[in-house]
């Protein structure tokens, strides 16, 4: 009964109130906000500038040469068939580069590459007694090529028909005959070949021969392509 009294007591009475907490102390006056300073950075050097290494610097690929590259030329032997002909190596008495190939007379002579006629002797006017050094080849054709070189053969029995200055031929193309004209007269008919550079009709001297034709004889002969390289110096 004492505890059943005692239950009835609290229920009676309710739930027994907290105790009161104490109210949170209210600032009388204004807020005073404190910051902190940020702490002090020290300064960064400034930055020093080196000159790059040239060492380190990656090996630079060559440029390629400009140097242009000359155009191929097609040659031909220049008394065709080719085999008709015979030829020795050096000046054969003559002082100066040139070649005399030797072939029966009416063999034909043709052009040895694409060019144009620059020259034509179409009269035999040398007269033995006289002697003139520009009448020593009698009848004679030359032509200026396309790689800028002249090829000349003198010494001719007959001219092609229709030859004329400034026509253009081709390798291969008819030019005329091999004879035994001009100082040639009363000896072995043959070719006198020659080349030089480009030259004046009446400068017979360079005419007549600047640079030994063998080697591209024989290369003509065979097939090949050789081209004749430019002199260095005149004779």
Request: glycine share 10%; aromatic share 8%; proline share 14%.
């Amino acid at each position: 009964m004492v505890l059943l009294a005692g239950c009835l007591i609290v229920s009676a009475c309710g739930s027994v109130p907290a105790a009161p907490q104490e109210a949170p102390a209210v600032a009388t006056g204004p807020m005073q906000l404190t910051e902190t300073p940020p702490p002090a950075r020290t300064p960064l050097p400034p930055p020093t500038r080196r000159a790059p290494s040239l060492t380190a610097l990656p090996s630079l690929t060559p440029i390629p040469s400009l140097t242009p590259i000359p155009p191929l030329h097609d040659y031909v032997f220049p008394i065709q068939p080719p085999e008709a002909a015979t030829f020795g190596e050096g000046v054969q008495g003559h002082g100066y580069p040139a070649t005399d190939l030797f072939a029966r007379a009416g063999t034909k002579f043709v052009a040895v590459t694409d060019g144009m006629v620059e020259f034509i002797s179409a009269t035999d006017d040398w007269n033995p007694n006289h002697n003139d050094p520009a009448e020593r080849s009698g009848l004679a054709v030359a032509i200026l090529g396309d790689d800028g070189l002249r090829y000349y053969g003198s010494h001719l029995s007959g001219l092609a028909a229709g030859l004329y200055y400034g026509l253009r031929v081709k390798p291969g193309d008819l030019l005329g005959f091999v004879g035994a004209s001009g100082d040639a007269r009363g000896k072995d008919a043959h070719l006198h070949f020659g080349i030089s550079h480009p030259t004046t009709p009446d400068d017979w001297k360079t005419r007549r021969g600047e640079i030994d034709p063998y080697p591209y004889l024989l290369s003509w002969k065979k097939g090949h392509n050789r081209t004749p390289q430019f002199p260095t110096a005149t004779p």
